[in-house]
């Protein structure tokens, strides 16, 4: 049953991953073409806030005090508002002109994680319930309907939002196992809500 389970939580990743990857593909999106995901306030502001922090991991600014904003200032609030996903750690890997590549990857990379989380709460939540095979089938569509549906694809532009896309199944798990009451289980949501806060 746990094969089963690991099993489908693996595929659902992959089918969401190549569903995105298609999207990107057929709409000539970064790195396929010279569109990207990135409109409205993305690229008004959200690559600025990228490249920003992409030169304080590279240590050539700071959090603390930056003149990169008007007569210079803090970059705590910018940080803990747009910039804490630790999907945002993966910038120094991108050069300043591909930001766009970055954020498409980061949209899949989110999605994917969402579809991975929601299969795994249902297969857990529903554990006792599974008796077929074609049930672990239905648990793979829903988490893809639920990873790419209207409220994700729309806020491909807002990817600091779907922290908490993936992040609602854990918590959804863990508020399961509390009212379960079993044994370790208000740690592990106060870890998932605290982690949701951050991010």
Same mark, same amino acid.
């Given at each position: ?36 995901? =990135? @409109? ?12 920003? @922090? ?10 603390? @005090? ?14 803990? @508002? ?17 930001? %766009?590549?970055?954020?498409?990857? =980061? ?42 549906? %209207? ?9 600091? $939002? ?24 208000? $740690? ?12």
């Amino acid at each position: 049953m746990k094969k089963d389970r690991l099993y489908s939580v693996m595929i659902t990743g992959m089918l969401t991953a190549f569903v995105m990857v298609m999207i990107l593909f057929f709409a000539q999106c970064s790195p396929f073409g010279g569109k990207a995901l =990135t @409109y409205m306030d993305a690229d008004i502001q959200y690559l600025d806030f990228y490249l920003y @922090y992409k030169d304080v991991l590279c240590g050539e600014n700071s959090l603390i @005090y930056t003149f990169g904003k008007a007569l210079g200032g803090g970059g705590i609030a910018l940080f803990s @508002y747009y910039l804490s996903s630790p999907f945002c750690l993966l910038l120094p890997f991108f050069d300043a002109t591909n930001l %766009h590549v970055f954020f498409d990857l =980061t949209v899949v990379l989110k999605l994917t994680l969402a579809s991975m989380t929601c299969c795994y709460f249902l297969l857990s939540r529903f554990e006792d319930r599974i008796q077929e095979k074609v049930q672990y089938v239905f648990a793979v569509l829903l988490s893809l309907g639920y990873a790419l549906g %209207h409220y994700s694809m729309t806020q491909c532009s807002n990817i600091m $939002w779907l922290d908490g896309v993936y992040m609602l199944p854990v918590i959804l798990l863990c508020v399961y196992k509390v009212v379960q009451k079993q044994k370790g289980s208000c $740690w592990k949501l106060a870890i998932a809500v605290g982690y949701a806060i951050i991010a």
